[in-house]
């Protein structure tokens, strides 16, 4: 993840060229088929956002996403015409947003009103991005600016955008989504609300073994902003120098005076966990991780995307446990 150049609005194009541009690697996948005619129709912009979608809707809704490949960065995602036909087909457009994946809302803004789905943006139910809203002013641009846990926020958001990471975050989600369907679906409301309020007590499950894996008071760096929220579930405080996940997740080079800060931090003792994300490595980031293990520093990797056959609960499970195991060394 890398990249964070973002693509002009996708024109319009002739049916040939939807035909092929099918094709294309990375675009959506087809829906399988259909047991329930009736299914409402959900498309995410990631495995993550489907699997959340399916799991509140269950059989009365069919949700795919746009990006599979754990290697392609939605930052960059360049969307294809047949992800624009296969968004004109949905009933609930499901993003991140924040500037994660700001191709869907550019894919929305290309697109007759009359064909635009209900949009549901994911940081929207973040307590902190309604806080951000409410407290933080607008600069020129329409950019918040907002301090969040050390660090100075993303220049396309005013918080930590990676808020499916955020355990409060995508309860409130699962809510949201149960909403939404039982307007769609008023027969099933019931059925869809049940199914939010068992994924909410799973996940406070989970805030409840990130609290008790053993590191509340440590001190954690991270290379790349995305597991902040998880590690703050743990009881763990930022230690990571300013700038430095700011510029792994901009893909450029760490600062020098950065980086001898964190390789300091980390053989003075200071820093307790390294959170290392896998999909965002350069030879800084590989240097911190030799760095820390040198000096035996419990070194967790983390990463943006599921597996393909991984389910968010379960995922999101084994990312605590990987805690756990690190406060155990």
Known sequence: ?????????????PVGALILAGCAQGSAQSPQEQQNPDAIEVVATTNVYRDIA?????????????????????HSYEPTARDKLTISKAEVVLANGGGYDAFMDQLISSMPSEQVAQQIHAVDTSPEAV??????????????????????GHQHAGYNEHVWFDLDSMQALGERLASEFGKLDPQHAEQFQANAEQFSTELQELKDRAAAAGLHGKSFAMTEPVPFYLLKDAGMHDATPQGLSEAVEAGGDIPPQTLKKMNDALADGQIDLLAYNIQTEGHDSVAIRSTAEAHSVPVVDFAETMGPDEDYVGWMGAQVDDLAAAAGQ
Do not use: Y
């Open 1 to 13: 993840m890398t990249a964070r150049h973002l693509t002009p609005t996708l024109l319009l194009l």
């Open 54 to 74: 399916q799991r509140i809707g269950a059989d009365r809704v069919q949700a795919t996403e746009i990006i599979s490949s754990p290697a392609q960065d939605p």
């Open 131 to 152: 806080e951000a809203s409410a407290e933080a002013g607008h600069d020129e641009q329409g950019e918040h600016k907002h301090e969040h846990g050390g660090h100075e």
